[in-house]
Each structure stands twice: as C-alpha cells, then as structure tokens.
C-alpha cells in the first residue's frame, strides 16, 4: 500500500531514547509511517544502524556533514521525503495509547488543510515511558526561561502569550472571523512540542527553516511564515503528543543569539529590522560586531523570495510584532 506520510527525525546523541521513538511510531501507525531520520552529527559512539537493527529496511537514515541544529536537519529529511505530508518529531517523543488513531486523523487533515500548519496538544514522558499530565497548546509557552529583556522574549514567542482567539485576534491582530473550524480545531499563533505536519508542497513553497543553523526559533520562524503567507497553524486539540522536555544538546549562547538575528534578517523588512537590532544591540552589545561582520547574503536573498509568497500586507503584522517589543521595552524602563 502506498504510503501517505513521512515522519522526519532530527536526533544527536539520543541513544535508546530514538529506538524507542520509532518503536512506539511504528507500533500506533501499525507500519504505515515511513521514517527519516537525520544524524546531525552524534558522537556518542554508538552504532545507530545497529541499534535500529529490527526497523532494517524501514527507515532512511542521513547524516549531516556538519552540528547544523533541528531546523536545518529536518529541512535535510524533507528535501528526501517522497510522500504527499510529513510529521516532524524529535527523538525523545511518541503518541500514548489513548491517541493511538494518531496516523489516520493526521493524514486526513492534512488533506483536509493542504495549506496549513498543523500541531497538537503536548503531554510530559518520562524515562521510563511514563505520560505526565496533558497541556494545552499554546500555553507550553510559559516553558520558555523567563528573561527581562524584551527582544529576547518576543524572539521566543512570549509576545504571542497576549492573545485572544475567541475576539478574533491575538498579538499579530490576525483576522479570525472568516475561520469556519470544527471544534477540535483551533488556530493557534505558534505551533510548539517539536509535533507539526502538512504538506510537503507548501513547506517547500515556504522554504521551510531555510536559514536556520544551530538550536533555536524554528518553530516561532515556521509559524511566522504560515501567518504571513495566508495560511494558518491549527492545533487538533483531541490529539496529543508525549514528549521527554530536556536542556538542549551542545547550546552554543552565541550561535543561539545569531539565531535570532537570521529570525529578524529573513523575515523583517529593513526598517523593522534596524528597530529590532537596535534594541538587540542594546542588550547584548557584544553581538555588534559580530553581527555587522557577518555575511548576511543568504539570508537577504531569503527575504526577497519571500515577500513572493506572503500575502498582500503582511508587514502591517511583523509591524504589530516589533510595536509590541518596543511596547514591552518602554513598560520595563518606566518601572
């Protein structure tokens, strides 16, 4: 039979945990998943060709040539991926019982919503395989390290926490009076939890996380992009993930910070951007000259291809997105 959906794994250094991820991935889908994973450069020693030895012949495992983070490894498995819709998940997750009808609902929707983004809610697993509580989506953001500094916090999606969906609105002021949705779905301003699907024509169109090198925004950068393209993320509030939450692997402060700056460079304009560096520069001036010595080449002609594929004023809301950071800078400094 032909199959209709690739789940994509970025993993480093993960050991038993991958195994196990496939195991439960393989078991709820009863066989009808196909898998990429990608190696992002694990030097742990261990054999995961070996390891996986019982998904022989299941699975396609790549290697990247490079420590190049999650975005940029699951932009490698997608430029591999055959199927109509992908599944990205890390190698620490899998579906409890309970949604084990996971495939055939992710599939559907995403025929249903070719052109969206689509996540779910989250639950906590332990080592030992034990599902914690469930959370709704969204408010996984309260997970981000709270900061004082405001463009750190907007860059990590806590502007997105001040927002109203039943008004129609939230912090982008995105119309949702025109969403006729059933009821378990729900747009959502950022998908989070490491579980997203859709299909891998619009993810393309988008250019994915192009752009993106080292840990780090992908998934307040993929949500951006939906948003401002005219599409949506949309959270199955009846599904569920289970996700072991960890200190990320080999985080470089620096490279995080410069992940940040690509974030502002691809997707701002460049009045929206000196705003957001200016403000940048003001709480790490550090990172100026590195940033003004960088080769931003790349990431300039990303922008450009960009406003191609957004929609007719989509500035009017990054423009919200940077009024909200200076908005949350002048409430800081007046206290």
Request: aromatic share 12%.
């Amino acid at each position: 039979m032909k199959k209709n959906l690739t789940i994509i794994i970025p993993f480093c250094n993960e050991g038993d945990r991958l195994r196990r991820t496939i195991r439960n991935l393989t078991l709820t889908s009863s066989g009808m998943a196909q898998f990429i994973i990608v190696n992002d450069c694990s030097d742990d020693g261990i054999d995961y060709h070996e390891l996986l030895h019982e998904y022989t012949g299941k699975y396609i495992m790549l290697h990247t040539k490079e420590p190049s983070g999650c975005g940029a490894a699951r932009d490698i498995g997608m430029q591999h991926c055959t199927t109509p819709y992908f599944l990205l998940m890390d190698a620490h997750m899998g579906f409890p019982v309970m949604y084990a009808d996971w495939y055939k609902k992710i599939t559907a929707l995403c025929r249903k919503y070719p052109n969206d983004l689509l996540t779910m809610r989250t639950m906590g697993l332990t080592e030992e395989g034990k599902v914690r509580a469930c959370y709704q989506h969204s408010i996984g953001l309260k997970w981000m390290p709270a900061k004082k500094d405001s463009i750190y916090n907007v860059l990590c999606g806590t502007w997105m926490r001040d927002y109203d969906w039943a008004a129609g609105q939230c912090a982008m002021q995105i119309p949702m009076a025109d969403m006729a949705l059933p009821s378990n779905i729900m747009p959502t301003p950022i998908v989070m939890g490491a579980a997203y699907a859709g299909s891998v024509a619009q993810w393309e169109r988008l250019h994915g996380l192009r752009g993106l090198r080292g840990y780090g925004f992908d998934e307040q950068f993929i949500s951006l992009k939906y948003w401002c393209s005219g599409n949506r993320c949309l959270c199955i509030t009846d599904l569920a993930a289970a996700h072991i939450y960890q200190v990320p692997h080999k985080r470089n402060y620096c490279d995080y910070l410069l992940q940040s700056v690509r974030v502002i460079k691809i997707l701002f304009n460049h009045e929206q951007q000196k705003r957001l560096l200016e403000r940048f520069f003001g709480y790490f001036p550090d990172m100026q000259k590195v940033v003004e010595q960088a080769d931003w080449s790349m990431e300039e002609e990303e922008n450009l291809y960009l406003r191609s594929c957004f929609m007719d004023g989509y500035e009017k809301y990054l423009d919200n997105v940077v009024k909200i950071l200076i908005g949350t800078e002048n409430e800081n400094s007046s206290k």
